[in-house]
């Protein structure tokens, strides 16, 4: 399994950006679930998003909710985060990660823990300039 996250770049605060990221083995997809992390220079890795690839549903990050979207496209095998109103603070490396879902009942919250993702990215820098 492969994740491929691209779309990063430069862009001035209020403006917007789509990342991408396409994921190998389709198979795969309907058992896991999709996030998105990032990690600012100096700073942790931190949570932005997951999807459910089966349901469709998502949950966000406190700090993104309102202006970040995910979503996925079956047919392509790949999920996009819409970054829009970006923030100077918003700049970071963004990753892609897929989580096994174990467990129809397993909360949403459980995939804000980078523990729970089994494989990544390489990562791609967006950089909110003010």
């Known amino acids: 399994v492969q994740l491929q996250a691209s779309g990063g770049g430069l862009v001035q605060a209020g403006g917007s950006l789509r990342l991408s990221c396409e994921v190998s083995g389709r198979a795969f997809l309907s058992s896991h679930v999709m996030g998105w992390f990032r990690q600012a220079p100096g700073k942790e890795r931190v949570f932005v998003g997951v999807i459910s690839w089966s349901r469709g549903s998502t949950h966000y990050g406190d700090s993104v909710k309102g202006r970040f979207t995910i979503s996925r496209d079956n047919a392509k095998n790949t999920m996009y985060l819409q970054m829009d109103s970006l923030k100077p603070e918003d700049t970071a490396v963004y990753y892609c990660?897929?989580?096994?879902?174990?467990?129809?009942?397993?909360?949403?919250?459980?995939?804000?823990?980078?523990?729970?993702?089994?494989?990544w990215g390489q990562g791609t820098q967006v950089t909110v300039s003010s």
């Open positions: 990660a897929a989580a096994p879902v174990r467990s129809v009942i397993t909360p949403m919250t459980r995939f804000e823990s980078e523990s729970a993702y089994d494989y």
